[in-house]
Structures are given as C-alpha cells and as structure tokens.
C-alpha cells in the first residue's frame, strides 16, 4: 500500500515538473496518469507485472473519489453572491449541454463502429 | 474547569475539526446514498457539500477556515487523478478492441462538451470568468480545477459545475437513452462517462455491467482529452 501511495505522488511529480520544464498547458496529475500508464505497459513487456500495490493504493483512492471533491465544493458558500445573479442562466447551460454530449456522444460511438466493423468485416 | 464555549473557540480554529467533520459527513451521506437505493439526487457529494455549507453559514465560519482542515483531503485529487492510469491499464485489451470508435466518439465527445458551452453561454450572457470556469466541467473534479485556475476561472466554482454537471447527467441519461431506442450498453456508457465523469459512471455501473465498464474509460480518457482541448478553445474562441 505504501509502496503504491509512492508510487503514485512520484508520477504525479515527474507530471508536475515536466509541466513546469515545458509550460505544457495539461495539468501536471494529468500528465502523471500517462507516464504512469506509459510505464505499466513497460512493466508487462518486461515480465514484472502485476502491480499490486499500486493497485491497492489506487482502488482505495477511487473508491472515494467523491469525497476528495467536497472540500472545493464547499467553496460554493463563499461564491453564492456571484452566482444567486446567474441562477437561471446556469442552469439552462448545464442541462442543454449535458444532454447534447450525451446525444452527440452515442450516437458518434455507435455510428463509428458500424463503420469501422463494416470496414473490416468483424 | 474551562467552559464548553472556550472548547468550542478552541476546536473551531483549528483544521482538525473541519477534516473530521468532513470524512465523517462524508461516510453518513454515503450510507444515506446506499439506503436510497443510490437516488442520483441522494449523490453523496452533492448532500455533503450541502450538509457542510449549511453548518458554515449557521456557525459564520469563514471558508478559509473550514478549508485548512479540509485541504488534507483536498490533496489526495492530485494522486487519485494519477490513479485513474490503473483502471485504464487492465481495461485496455477491452479498449483496444474498439479502439477507432473509443477514438472517434471521445474526440466528437469532448469536443461538443465545451463548444455546447461556448455556444450557451454566449446565448445566455454569461459573464468572462464564468465562461472559463464553466468549460472543463466535463472532466473530473481534480482535472477540472486544475485546467480552470490555469485559464483564470474559479476552481471553487469549477468543482460545483463539475459536480452539478455528474448529477444532470447521471439523472437524465436513462430515461434520454432509453426514449432514443439505444440498446447499445457499451456506446451508453461511454456517453455518460464523458459527460458525467465518476458521477455518471457510478451510475452506468448501477444499470449494466458494460455500461460501468465503458464510462470508467471514457471518464479516463475524456480528462485527458479535455485538458488538451479546453486551453485550445479557450485561446480560440474567448480569447484569452
């Protein structure tokens, strides 16, 4: 577990500095996820798979993503004087555009794979 | 002998009660989540943040003092978002067998998630800095943020458009699919994993096995994708 915990903070630093190094406009975690998927599929071809501590230390973390985001969201109290103004607004963007990507989304995915299997007759 | 109100003074400037405070309404709005048989409206996130910030306003805490505690909390996103590289590696054989579809649909995807905002947002008139916290909202939490206080928007505000945008989605998406006549479980995943990030996988989980599946990659993948595209469309289409 502990190992793993390691293992993640390292990649999420190597992720932070490369951001840094190169003024890459990605989060610093984003690029560690890559790297650390980059070196997992390294660790297979060279015979040392499986990982289970890292494993371990990222399924207890995402089992309770949810509570890692209340923390910011409670910062909603201190933004209410903004947003009581837009309410209405707000709402109309958030559940026009959710419903589009949701529409625009399946419909990509399914058109895509009748293409791409009759392309290739699987 | 001091008085319970000197305790009270004493405890509520320091982080430790906050943290505590935090976990424990976390575990209770979980269970309450369980017990209503995972009511998309019963989100666990969403009661606790409702739970917290009414216990901030009816005790006048100043944020910044609730966050001291909960910052130790907060910290983990960094390390959980690095952590999503683990379920995207022992599900990429089930990737790879789709792969141009994943491919195709993800960039579509994504790409319509933040131009639907760009073209609301200028219908409805929101203002600048709304506009550039209200663009990664797609994304998870952690990554959200993190693009958003970069292009000058508000995290804080970013992280409730995130959680807002799991919610709308995990809510509408049965009853959407269903009156589209979609019966395809892995492409209805897929959709409410990019939109609707752990929220909405949590949810496609509940429905069908595959479905769970294909939203924990598109979740993944989608905050990738998302902090590539929204820095470009931020340059693009607002300007900044």
């Known amino acids: 577990m502990l190992r793993g915990i390691a293992a993640l903070l390292l990649f999420q630093l190597l992720g932070e500095s490369l951001v840094f190094l190169t003024k890459l406009p990605v989060p610093g975690p984003v690029i560690g996820l890559v790297l650390l998927f980059v070196a997992l599929h390294m660790g297979r071809r060279a015979g040392r798979a499986p990982f289970p501590q890292v494993e371990t230390a990222a399924s207890a973390l995402l089992s309770n993503l949810g509570l890692l985001f209340v923390p910011a969201g409670v910062g909603i109290v201190s933004l209410w004087g903004v947003l009581e103004a837009q309410l209405p607004a707000i709402a109309v963007v958030l559940v026009v555009s959710a419903a589009v990507t949701l529409a625009v989304t399946v419909w990509t995915f399914i058109a895509a794979r009748r293409f791409f299997d009759g392309k290739w007759g699987a | ?240």
């Open chain 2, 1 to 240: 002998m001091r008085s319970p109100v000197d305790l009270w003074v004493y405890l509520s400037t320091s982080p430790l009660i906050w943290l505590t405070l935090t976990v424990c309404t976390w575990i209770a709005m979980s269970e309450l989540s369980v017990r209503l048989k995972r009511n998309p409206l019963a989100n666990p996130v969403l009661t606790s943040i409702i739970v917290l910030s009414a216990v901030m306003t009816v005790f006048h805490i100043p944020y910044e003092k609730f966050f001291a505690g909960a910052q130790f909390v907060h910290f983990l996103l960094g390390p959980a978002t690095v952590a999503i590289a683990i379920p995207l590696y022992l599900q990429w054989d089930e990737v790879k067998r789709v792969l141009m579809p994943i491919a195709v649909a993800l960039l579509v995807g994504s790409v319509a998630a933040v131009l639907s905002v760009v073209a609301l947002g200028m219908l409805v008139g929101l203002p600048r800095e709304m506009m550039l916290s209200f663009l990664p909202k797609s994304a998870t939490a952690g990554v959200a943020m993190a693009i958003s206080s970069s292009l000058g928007g508000n995290p804080s505000l970013t992280a409730v458009l995130v959680i807002l945008t799991g919610i709308i989605g995990a809510l509408i998406v049965t009853p959407m699919m269903n009156r589209m006549g979609i019966r395809d479980y892995a492409a209805r995943g897929f959709a409410v994993g990019l939109t609707s990030h752990g929220i909405g996988t949590a949810r496609a989980y509940d429905v069908h096995a595959t479905a769970g599946l294909f939203a924990g990659i598109a979740m993944a993948l989608n905050a990738i994708a998302t902090s590539l595209i929204v820095p470009l469309a931020a340059r693009l289409l607002i300007g900044i």
